[in-house]
């Protein structure tokens, strides 16, 4: 057994243990390809890294696609246009652009989600 292979033994028992080496654990991870589990695992990071305002928001959305979750794409992007749009007819208000205001309301309120 190479050092590489002792090493690893322990985690791999650790998991095992660990409520990872359920059957349904196991059964999961036989039916997910190790990229659908790299991407699952960035689409986590980057939402607690939005989340804490350390990332920017576009690359959730492209995690998201390249997981095929297209669904949770749109919704997502969706949200971050209706966002977007919220904050420029601010931006117009603040500015005394009252009208412009109005009209980027509308486009944001067409996408907003109940």
Same mark, same amino acid.
């Given at each position: 057994?190479?050092s590489?292979?002792?090493?690893? &033994?322990p985690?791999?028992?650790?998991v $095992?243990?660990?409520? =990872? +080496? ?10 997910s390809s190790?990229?659908?589990a790299q991407l699952l ?5 980057l939402?607690? &890294?939005?989340v804490?305002?350390?990332? $920017?928001p576009?690359? =959730? +959305?492209l995690v998201?696609?390249?997981?095929g979750?297209l669904?949770?794409?749109?919704a997502f ?9 919220h904050?420029?007819a601010e931006?117009?208000?603040r500015?005394?652009?009252?009208d412009e ?14």
């Open positions: 057994m190479s590489a292979d002792r090493q690893q &033994e985690i791999e028992d650790l $095992q243990r660990s409520s =990872l +080496g359920t059957p349904g654990a196991r059964a999961l991870k036989s039916r190790r990229r659908e695992h960035q689409a986590t990071r939402r607690n &890294e939005l804490h305002g350390q990332r $920017q576009l690359e =959730l +959305g998201l696609e390249e997981l979750a669904d949770e794409a749109i992007y969706e949200m971050l246009a209706a966002t977007s749009l904050r420029l931006v117009h208000r500015r005394g652009d009252y205001a109005k009209a980027w309301e509308i486009r944001a309120q067409m996408l907003d989600r109940p």
